[in-house]
């Protein structure tokens, strides 16, 4: 499984933002997608999955401002992500679960002004 993130960048805070990730190879056998964040000297932190049935799950951080959606005929998930703040800057990374590994895309940076 590879993922391609995109969509990143500045923006102020209040503001939004959308930021996709492209999955190609064997994405049948991916189960969840989710989105991580990890800011300069922090751990990596999983903000949002999805499953292959949509069910959906959010770190409290998040929750009521950001979205996950995924799009199976681009093979592609999203995450919305509004009411922005300073504390949201971060390089988001994409993830993809089969039953057997978990995969990485190359981040994305996302950076929020206040």
């Known amino acids: 499984v590879q993922l391609q993130a995109s969509g990143g960048g500045l923006v102020q805070a209040g503001g939004s933002l959308r930021i996709s990730c492209a999955a190609s190879g064997s994405i049948f056998s991916i189960n969840v997608m989710g989105w991580a964040r990890q800011a300069p000297g922090k751990q990596r932190e999983l903000v949002a999955t999805i499953s292959s049935g949509g069910n959906t799950g959010y770190a409290d951080s998040v929750k009521g401002r950001f979205t996950i959606s995924r799009d199976n005929a681009k093979n592609t998930v999203y995450l919305q992500m509004n009411s922005l703040k300073p504390e949201d800057t971060a390089v988001y990374y994409c993830?993809?679960?089969?039953?057997?590994?978990?995969?990485w895309g190359q981040g994305t940076l996302v950076t929020v002004s206040s």
């Open positions: 993830k993809a679960v089969t039953h057997s590994d978990s995969y």
